[in-house]
Nanobody, 123 residues
Framework: QVQLGESGGGLVQAGGSLRLSCAAS????????VAWFRQAPGNQREFVAT????????RYADSVKGRFTISRDNAKNTVTLLMDSLKPEDTGVYYC????????????????WGQGTQVTVSS
């Protein structure tokens, strides 16, 4: 079974950029679909982006499309979320999640997730 750990969060001004990383250990990383979700205080967890096992077919929430880019490196067991043109509404805890099944945008669907990394965007 895979273990996930996120890093790269922090405080950034609106319009800035951050690069989040998800490092995986255990299991066969290339057999998992990986997604990023986020959760703001008082809100439910929401889908951000997902990438297929091979690194193709990225999907994005409408709210981040054109600003965020998801990619993966199966040789390094990592998934990266590059976030540009950040907005205050992007603030939240970002979670890397994985499943051995088909991918989904549905919160709570994925079987594995990390501890999360905080992203705060100031206006």
């Amino acid at each position: 079974q895979v273990q996930l750990g996120e890093s790269g969060g922090g405080l950034v001004q609106a319009g800035g950029s951050l690069r989040l990383s998800c490092a995986a250990s255990g299991g066969t990383f290339s057999s998992y679909v990986v997604a990023w979700f986020r959760q703001a205080p008082g809100n439910q967890r929401e889908f951000v982006a997902t990438v297929s096992r091979s690194g193709g077919s990225p999907r994005y929430a409408d709210s981040v499309k054109g600003r965020f880019t998801i990619s993966r490196d199966n040789a390094k067991n990592t998934v990266t979320l590059l976030m540009d043109s950040l907005k205050p509404e992007d603030t939240g805890v970002y979670y890397c999640e994985a499943t051995s099944l088909e991918g989904s945008t549905r919160p709570g669907y994925y079987s594995y997730w990390g501890q999360g990394t905080q992203v705060t965007v100031s206006s």
